[in-house]
Structure formats: structure tokens, C-alpha cells
């Protein structure tokens, strides 16, 4: 009997997860669609309160009132940024309450990589925590490093208080 108790729990629980997995993977295509449809209500909406968003420029680490700011502009224009995913891998915690995420992303900036976390809040998922990544090939990085290091050492001699 007890065999088959754990069993049906198994088989609940794995159920449960995937149906979350089907949601929070709505939400964050929903959150890109919005971007490139330009809703700023929608789009915004589907973050957390205190959401985080890290984009591709060493500077770029806003909590949600400055990404507002940032990207106000954009979507006032009627075309925000385009991110269709190719490639997207979701995680739960034990808790179920709390989920990550890594996704490859085709956009304007060709080949991209977002991460981020979506946090429950009143039964929604919402994205709590983002950050956008340009992926460079292995084969790249020497001629990247090249291109960015004058601008890299002013940033790190701010940073550093120089």
C-alpha cells in the first residue's frame, strides 16, 4: 500500500511541476512578446516589484524604476527589442515558489543568452531577476577583448575609485 502511495505522489508531484513549468514558460514568452509588441504595462506587469534587469553593457544593472526609465523611451517609439527564444531550460525549487531559468535567444543583436529567476507572488509567476548576455564564440573572445579593453580600463579605474 505504501509502495503505491509514494507512487501516486511521484506521478502528482511530476505533474505539478511540468504545469509550472508550462506557466512560467508562458510568462516569460508573454514578457518577450510584450517587448516586441511594445506594452510597457504588460511588459513590466510581469515583473516583480523589485525586480532586477542586467543588460549586456558593464553598466547596465538597474532594479525596476531605473529599467522604467531606460526603456521607457523605447516603447513610447511603438518598437521596444525582439528576443525569440530557440532554446530555454527551467528550474524549480523544493518549495515550488521560486523558479530559474537560462534560455539562447535569436535577436537583434543575433545570438543572445537571458537568464533569470520568477518568484510566485499571489499565484503568478512573475520575473524577479533578469540578465542578458551577448554570446561571443570561444573563437571571438581574443578579438572582443581587443575591441572593449580601452573602454573596460576607464570603467574599472571608476569603479576602482581611480
Known sequence: MNRYLILLGAFLTIGTTHGQKKQIDSVINAW???ASEADFDVYFGLMTTDAVFIGTDATENWNLEE???YAKPHFDRGRAWSFQP???HIYLDETARFAWFDEL????MKLCRG??????VDGDWKIAHYVLSIAVPND???ELINLKKASDSLLLKKLNGE
Open 32 to 34: 518577450h512578446q510584450a
Open 67 to 69: 529599467f522604467k526609465t
Open 86 to 88: 530557440v532554446e530555454r
Open 105 to 108: 535567444l535569436d535577436t537583434q
Open 115 to 120: 537568464s533569470g529567476v520568477l518568484r510566485e
Open 140 to 142: 571571438n573572445v581574443n
